[in-house]
């Protein structure tokens, strides 16, 4: 059994690396967090305490936008995003749990466009597991984790928040 990081230490390590991202903009330039349904919105509301960011969160479902929808069709329980934030200038934190193909970040930088035009969105992921698909790369990362390809991490919380790795089919 693999050991995994302690969530909390990795999203201390995590706040101090996106205060470092941060600092060069201008600091007229609002800033705002955004997570993704559902673990990127718990990591989002801790970092944003960490953070001591003054601005709303914002929560994203990307459903619609997924190039599986087709093939998995509508989740019963699809919530809408929510951004109470102009997005338009906004430099955008944009947070997930686990960085994997890269099709849901695309699939959340198509629902942050239909908001408007920030002036830039970094990436911050808990987990990177590689097995990238489309060209995406995080700017934060709390850790890089080797998985076999049937193994699957995922975040559970939303408190205390820990993560866990699942076997799937092969």
Request: neutral net charge; hydrophobic residues 45%; aromatic residues 4%.
């Amino acid at each position: 059994m693999k050991s995994l990081p302690e969530v909390d230490h990795l999203l201390t390590d995590m706040s101090q690396a996106l205060r470092a991202l941060v600092a060069w903009r201008d600091p007229e330039q609002p800033v705002a967090l955004i997570g993704i349904h559902t673990g990127g919105v718990w990591l989002a509301e801790r970092l944003h305490r960490l953070l001591g960011l003054a601005s709303p969160i914002g929560a994203l479902n990307i459903h619609f936008h997924r190039d599986d929808f087709g093939r998995i069709g509508v989740h019963p329980r699809v919530q809408p995003s929510h951004l109470p934030f102009d997005v338009d200038g906004c430099l955008i934190i944009l947070i997930d749990d686990v960085l994997y193909s890269g099709r849901t970040v695309r699939a959340a930088l198509n629902e942050i466009f239909d908001y408007g035009r920030p002036a830039a969105v970094r990436l911050a992921v808990l987990v990177d597991r590689g097995g990238r698909e489309l060209p995406i790369a995080a700017d934060v990362v709390g850790a890089h984790l080797k998985l076999n390809p049937a193994e699957q991490i995922k975040l559970l919380g939303p408190s205390p928040l820990k993560l866990s790795i699942e076997r799937g089919r092969t």
